[in-house]
Structure formats: C-alpha cells, structure tokens
C-alpha cells in the first residue's frame, strides 16, 4: 500500500494581511469587515498575526485611520497585532500628489516621472507612533520610469529593494521579485519570460548577495509571500522552485524570515482554500518551504502584545 507523505507542520502566523479599508480591497467583496475578517483568520488556525493595510502616497493615509479605528474595536487579542504595508514611491509622485492637482492618486503616480527618481517613503515616524503601527513592510510595486526592459527592470528593483532594506522605517521587505503587470499573457494570465520568469538566475548573483548583506547590516526580516509568489497561479513552477532556493540562501545567511499570506479580500483566502488544503492554501506553501529546509518553526514571530 502507498505510505501518504508526510505533511509539514501548517504555517500558523501570517504577517502580511490586507483589510476591507486597503485602498484596493474596497470591492464590497466578502468579509466586508476587519471583524469578519479577523473571526476567518482564527478559525483557520493562525495565532500569531498583523493586519497591514497600504499606504502609497499621503492620499491613502485615512484608509490607515479607518484602519486602526476598527481594529481597535475589535474583541482583544493580544496575538493580534497593527501593522501596515508601505511601497517604495518616488519624492516627486509625493510632491505631485501634495499639489493637489492630480485626480483620485490612490496608486501614485506611475508614469511620468524622473526615470531614477528619488525614491521615498509616504509614512513617516509621526504617523508610525500617531497610529500605533507596531511594524512596517515595505514593498517594491512598480518600476520608477524606467523602460520595460529586462535589465532596466532588474536594476530598478534591485535598487528600491535596496532603499528598503537601508530605511530606517522599515522592518519587513515585502515579497522580493514581486511583479504585475507588464509582460503578462492576455489569455492564459502567465508571465512565462521576461523580467525573470523564465529563469530566475537572469538576476546576477551579485544583487542577491547585495541584498542579504543589507539585510543583514541593518536588521531587516525578509518575507516569505503566500499569495503573491509561492501560491501565484501566474508565475510558472520552475521560477516557484529557484525562488524557494532564494529564500533558502537568505535563511541561510542568517536573516530572518516572516510568513504572510497577502490577504486581499477579494481573494477570499480565508474563506475558501485557506489554511486547510487547496492549491493557495498554508499547506501547499508549506510543503514547498520544507523541501528547501523552512519550516513554520524558522519564521519570525512578534510577542504577544499587552492588552
Ligand atoms: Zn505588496
Ligand atoms: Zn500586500
């Protein structure tokens, strides 16, 4: 008789979760609450986890109000912690987006700007203590001008990567190599060549040792991202496998690693596959961790807060 596999231990913290008040998870989509919300992440198991809505710019700064002010209306947990996702925009969208002349900049600005703008940071250490924000994410969404072109990509993510890595705002980098957008397939929705789907090594070794020093040097917590990368049903396996290596390499310089799902309410993780089985599910990340030596164990972890 076939012996079943062994299956990994389920991930139980998830440290990167979106809320109804992100600025793009206001679909009316299903839990159209933080309350909703928080009852489906229990219930999936997970003990140890934030909810970190966006900020891009300024303008999306009473999405993060609104957030706080449901979290704490939320029935205690000290488990339960307030945190937010902050992207790496550039000094002039900042400047444009405070003129007050551009319509609705919930994204930024994303095109138009100074190819090597400046980059920056929407959230300050005002806002940081003001809201009670316990940890911050910061993420690379989009290029900053430059042409879509393979190297120019991979050295303008490379170079915001970096930038989040140094700021002394952030404690978490979001889902490294992340990309949307461009160079997707109309039909079948897949990234199959460039910036780096095709072969993950098209990023010099060079940048990626780069990248761990920094981490390093300044402390920072590398993201293992659920939804947006290991789950992703438009990134193909092979770039899946060389990417858990990555995160491998990094484990093993010594940096820690967080876990988190990137929860957006529309993709409903919580009240479909979830934790418990299905292709977006904990366990089939965790099975794809495990063969490269991450377990659950191996995640970083905020103590329990004092309610
Ligand atoms: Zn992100
Ligand atoms: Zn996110």
Request: proline letters at 7%; glycine letters at 6%; a negative charge.
């Amino acid at each position: 008789m076939k012996q079943a596999a062994t299956a990994p231990a389920p991930v139980t913290c998830d440290w990167h979760i979106h809320s109804c008040h992100s600025c793009d998870c206001k679909t009316g989509a299903y839990p159209s609450t933080m309350a909703d919300l928080v009852a489906e992440i229990e219930a999936c198991g997970v003990l140890d986890y934030g909810i970190t809505d966006h900020i891009h710019t300024p303008f999306n700064l009473p999405d993060l109000e609104a957030s706080r002010k449901a979290f704490d209306a939320l029935p205690p947990n000290p488990r339960r912690h307030f945190a937010v996702e902050v992207s790496s925009v550039s000094q002039w969208e900042i400047d444009e987006v405070a003129n007050g002349t551009r319509q609705n900049p919930v994204y930024g600005i994303r095109s138009g700007g100074p190819v090597a703008a400046e980059l920056a940071l929407a959230l300050t250490a005002d806002d940081i203590t003001r809201l009670g924000i316990e940890y911050v994410i910061g993420g690379t969404h989009w290029p900053m001008y430059v042409p879509f072109e393979r190297e120019a990509i991979i050295r303008d993510y490379h170079r915001q990567n970096i930038f989040l890595l140094t700021h002394p705002l952030t404690n978490i980098i979001a889902h490294p190599w992340w990309w949307m957008g461009h160079w997707q397939n109309p039909e079948t929705k897949m990234y199959t060549a460039e910036p780096w789907f095709d072969d993950f090594n098209v990023i010099p070794t060079s940048m990626h040792d780069e990248f761990i020093a920094a981490a390093r040097q300044y402390g920072k917590i590398v993201e293992v991202n659920n939804n947006a990368m290991l789950t992703s049903n438009s990134y193909p396996e092979k770039f899946k496998q060389q990417y858990c290596e990555f995160l491998a390499a990094v484990k093993g310089a010594g940096v820690p690693l967080s876990f988190g799902s990137d929860h957006h309410s529309q993709h409903q993780i919580y009240t479909e596959s979830a934790c418990r089985g299905g292709s977006k599910s904990f366990i089939s990340s965790a099975a794809r961790l495990a063969a490269v030596g991450i377990t659950d164990a191996d995640f970083w972890r905020l103590p329990p807060r004092k309610v």
